[in-house]
């Protein structure tokens, strides 16, 4: 899955409210980027299309299976991927969370999203425009720590 700067911006903030940011969060994306190569960019098929990198993402918890990003705060594209039964990996047998997805996405909603999102990459000084999560995430993590002097 791949992020705007304002849905990582959110995930942070919601993880900031848990006290799950800090050392411990930045060690967690890093194993997730190393892991899955995240950091080498798109893959070319030869064609000059690119092939996305597919990962685990590291806030689907291993306890309680489910996303651990509130219902609320969860990026665009993971309403929309909501598997219906077990071991979906391609999209297939999904549900979406219309509501949440439809303000989002439909007039006032849309607009203000792009001027939150023009804000946050404004203020974390971003060259992109969607990274996968665990990037997103981490950028985040390194731009509210610089910001804080720690």
Same mark, same amino acid.
């Given at each position: ?18 006290? !799950?940011?800090?050392? &411990?969060?930045? !060690?967690?994306?890093?194993? @997730?980027?190393?892991?899955? +190569?995240?950091? !080498? ?11 996305? +990198? ?9 306890? $309680? ?16 991927? $909501? ?5 979906? @990996? ?8 219309? @509501? %949440? ?10 607009? &203000? %999203?792009?001027?939150? $999102? ?6 974390? !000084? ?10 997103? @995430?981490?950028?985040?993590? +390194? ?8």
């Amino acid at each position: 899955m791949r992020v705007t700067p304002l849905e990582a911006l959110e995930i942070w903030l919601d993880l900031k409210a848990k006290g !799950q940011t800090g050392p &411990s969060l930045e !060690q967690k994306l890093e194993a @997730v980027i190393e892991r899955f +190569r995240l950091d !080498q960019g798109e893959l070319s098929d030869g064609r000059h299309e690119y092939l996305r +990198r597919t990962y685990t993402c590291p806030f689907y918890k291993d306890t $309680n299976l489910g996303c651990g990003i509130s219902p609320t705060l969860k990026p665009l594209g993971c309403l929309a991927f $909501n598997p219906l039964t077990p071991g979906i @990996v391609d999209g297939g047998a999904c549900a979406v969370h219309g @509501v %949440r997805l439809a303000e989002a996405t439909s007039g006032a909603g849309a607009e &203000s %999203r792009s001027l939150l $999102n023009l804000e946050a990459s404004q203020w974390l !000084q971003a060259t992109w425009e969607k990274l996968p999560i665990p990037l997103a @995430v981490l950028a985040w993590e +390194r731009s509210m720590r610089s910001a804080d002097g720690s």
